[in-house]
């Protein structure tokens, strides 16, 4: 099988790369903006009418859920332009396409667990482009479209290694506590996206590590273990942008996704998000050492 990655620089193409590898797949084009912009349509045809892919991982996208409240036209840009490019072309060439979504196409109003059947809802110019590229993917029906949130992985930057920097100057944190959802591990959703790779079971499906938790609470654990010593204040969000000065895009507060889907379509559910964070955290310690 042949594979193409978009924004592989990131935390999932790059761990989507290293697990294909894993499973001894070699023919992999693994691309970033310098080698495809995604919103220039005559590249993305040249490139992917050349390589002509089983299967496109799309990770490529806007990410600055603040900025894109600034810059709404850049952001639908990438989010929307950018994906329609790659899933027309994926149409001529007949390719597979797995596009990476979020838990920002619901509000977070809901009382209970959201579901793939669930009414969407987005509340901010990120989580309605994610969506909007949802509908640009449905119109190849080779497709797979999974939601994720809270994503973590060694090529980048993310919560963990944010509370892991300020820890080293404060020892008091301010953390919202009324915002819950499941961290992702990139490690653990590569598995996962290389199966529903090698699968035809089309859809959208929640992905993210099991169990839910609010991001104090996240802070918390990451904390204990790695032996910091920091006191977590549980503020609200509105709290917390109240003391930082700040405004910020809409977050939803009810993040809970149902995994059930994956299960009955014969996927395996990820771990728990709390031996993620131990293995991730290992992980970033290693990395530490040999970076020395």
């Known amino acids: 099988m042949k594979f193409l990655i978009t924004g592989y620089r990131g935390q999932l193409g790059y761990d989507i790369q290293r697990e294909l590898l894993k499973r001894g797949y070699t023919d992999i084009l693994a691309l970033d903006r310098e080698e495809m912009d995604i919103t220039d349509r005559d590249k993305v045809f040249e490139v992917i009418g050349d390589y002509r892919p089983d299967v496109i991982f799309h990770c490529a996208a806007w990410t600055a859920v603040d900025k894109a409240e600034e810059m709404k036209e850049a952001c639908e840009k990438v989010n929307v332009l ?45 989580g309605q482009t994610k969506y909007d590229g949802e509908v640009e993917v449905r119109r190849n029906p080779n497709h797979f479209i999974t939601r994720i949130s809270w994503v973590f992985g060694i090529n980048g930057n993310n919560f963990i290694r944010t509370m892991l920097k300020l820890s080293d100057k404060f020892d008091t944190l301010n953390v919202v506590d009324d915002q819950i959802g499941s961290p992702t591990y990139t490690v653990d959703l590569s598995k996962l996206l290389v199966d529903m790779a090698e699968s035809d079971k089309y859809g959208t499906y929640n992905a993210t590590n099991e169990g839910y938790v609010s991001w104090a609470e996240f802070a918390e654990y990451i904390f204990k273990i790695n032996n910091k010593n920091v006191v977590v204040n549980h503020v609200s969000t509105e709290e917390y942008l109240d003391i930082m000065g700040m405004t910020q895009a809409y977050r939803p507060r009810n993040s809970r996704l149902s995994k059930n889907k994956l299960e009955e379509n014969g996927f395996d559910r990820l771990p728990s998000w709390e031996d993620a964070t131990n293995r991730y955290s290992e992980e970033l310690k290693k990395t530490k050492i040999l970076r020395r």
């Open 82 to 126: 950018g994906t329609r490019n790659i899933v027309d072309a994926s149409i001529e060439t007949g390719s597979k396409i797995i596009y990476m979504s979020t838990d920002y196409v619901f509000d977070g109003t809901k009382e209970g667990i959201y579901t793939e059947e669930d009414e969407v809802h987005p509340m901010s110019v990120y």
